[in-house]
């Protein structure tokens, strides 16, 4: 298994470019979810899906996109980027049951800057 | 969702026991104590998780009171590959952990 994979680790945009961040999971896990890191600063909540077809708001919603057509993808998009949105992106996943205990498990990340 | 507190930094030498302690006052009665480990330029990585009393793994030993209003992360004789942040979560990881706030952390640095 790959685990959660992250595409493109690194990516420069223009203010007002459209982007979409990648993320990928091979461990049939129905949650995934997108989480952006600022210098010093936790990890804050995007977006979330429950299941294909299934998406919600997190923390930071604004400025991102979000769909859910396979259990295995889970991608993040940028219609309009914005310098405050310079930022390290992990997606993550986890299955979840009263057995289980729902243990996120992350991409390596990808670094966006927009200029 | 419950809140919780943890301190910003802390420093230990190598070779001690280091104890990180988490504050989560409004702990609901379904909800799970998540302990992540994040080191720099990766992903956050799953410590230990437990409802009361103590756990441990092979990683480390995770202490929580009757009330279990706080928790304490214990790692023993620390390395300095143990230096990363370490992230207190608390919820019912039944209806998915991915939408539990992460918080600030407390960086642990390991000392030589």
């Known amino acids: 298994n790959a685990g959660v994979t992250q595409t493109p680790k690194f990516q420069v945009l223009k203010t007002g470019q459209s982007m979409t961040l990648q993320c990928a999971q091979d461990?049939?896990?129905?949650?995934m979810s997108w989480y952006r890191q600022d210098p010093g600063m936790g990890l804050r909540l995007i977006h979330y899906s429950v299941g294909a077809g299934i998406t919600d708001q997190g923390e930071v919603p604004n400025g991102y996109n979000v769909s859910r057509s396979t259990t295995e993808d889970f991608p993040l998009r940028l219609l309009s980027a914005a310098p405050s949105q310079t930022s390290v992106y992990f997606c993550?996943?986890?299955?979840?049951?009263?057995?289980?205990?729902?243990?996120?498990?992350f991409g390596e990340g990808s670094r966006l800057t927009v200029l | 969702l419950a809140k919780t507190t943890q301190p910003i930094s802390m420093d230990s030498y190598e070779g001690q026991e280091v104890n990180i302690t988490c504050s989560h006052n409004n702990i609901a009665t379904n909800d799970y104590i998540t302990w992540y480990q994040q080191f720099p330029s990766q992903g956050p990585r799953f410590i230990i998780q437990g409802y009361k009393t103590k756990v441990t793994n092979e990683v480390a030993s995770l202490f929580i009171p009757a009330d279990r209003k706080s928790s304490t992360l214990s790692l023993p004789r620390v390395s300095l590959s143990d230096t990363a942040v370490y992230y207190c979560?608390?919820?019912?990881?039944?209806?998915?952990?991915?939408?539990?706030?992460f918080g600030k952390g407390n960086q642990v640095v390991v000392i030589p």
């Open positions: 461990m049939n896990h129905e949650y």
């Open positions: 979560l608390v919820g019912d990881s039944s209806l998915g952990n991915n939408r539990l706030a």
């Open positions: 993550a996943s986890s299955r979840t049951d009263r057995e289980n205990t729902g243990e996120l498990f």
